[in-house]
């Protein structure tokens, strides 16, 4: 897998230049978000990094931290359900934010969850599925249109 080098020492704050300040919104959202933007990259957890995609924060720099776990369980969860990780990953991967090598991880990323998929029991496959599959759709439409 080819990922570009990202500085793990390093906290959101510090690579985006950008301090929010204090929490002033009392939810699990903004806090965790404003709490895990001061962490270093590397301290971050499956769920903070599936969260902050999902609130597309960070998305340059995550994207291929994420890969990288997806690489070892392409079905990682966060806390939330078997693949949600790939789901939020799919939703955000467009050209403009990811290099051609890390696209190009995640398709072969996709093919992998896909021989998971067909294993997990009928419950996920009703239940999950459906989400990650439209995020597969949307993210091979968005691949086509940039070829």
């Not at 897998?1 to 690579?15: A, G, H, N, P, Y």
């Not at 079905?75 to 939020?88: F, I, Q, T």
């Not at 239940?127 to 759709?137: F, G, M, N, R």
């Given at each position: 897998?080819?990922?570009?080098?990202?500085?793990?020492?390093?906290?959101?704050?510090?690579?985006e230049?950008?301090?929010?300040?204090?929490?002033?919104?009392?939810?699990?959202?903004?806090?965790?978000?404003?709490?895990?933007?001061r962490?270093?990259?590397?301290?971050?957890?499956?769920?903070?990094?599936?969260?902050?995609?999902?609130?597309?924060?960070?998305?340059?720099?995550?994207?291929?931290?994420?890969?990288?776990?997806?690489?070892?369980?392409p079905?990682?969860?966060?806390?939330?359900?078997?693949?949600?990780?790939?789901?939020?990953v799919?939703?955000?991967?467009?050209?403009a934010?990811?290099?051609?090598d890390?696209?190009?991880?995640?398709?072969?990323?996709v093919?992998?969850?896909?021989?998971?998929?067909?294993?997990?029991?009928?419950?996920?496959?009703e239940?999950?599925?459906?989400?990650?599959?439209?995020?597969?759709?949307q993210?091979?439409?968005?691949?086509?249109?940039?070829?």
């Open positions: 897998m080819r990922l570009v080098s990202i500085e793990s020492d390093k906290t959101l704050e510090e690579l230049g950008e301090d929010w300040g204090e929490q002033r919104f009392p939810s699990y959202v903004v806090t965790t978000c404003v709490q895990m933007r962490k270093p990259l590397r301290e971050l957890s499956d769920e903070e990094i599936r969260l902050a995609l999902g609130q597309q924060m960070g998305v340059r720099f995550l994207l291929p931290i994420a890969l990288q776990r997806l690489q070892s369980d079905l990682v969860r966060g806390d939330m359900y078997e693949g949600a990780l790939l789901k939020n799919l939703d955000v991967a467009t050209p934010v990811a290099t051609e890390c696209l190009a991880d995640l398709d072969r990323m093919e992998r969850f896909e021989h998971a998929a067909a294993e997990m029991d009928q419950v996920w496959r239940e999950c599925l459906p989400a990650i599959a439209s995020a597969i759709e993210y091979q439409t968005r691949r086509k249109r940039h070829e």
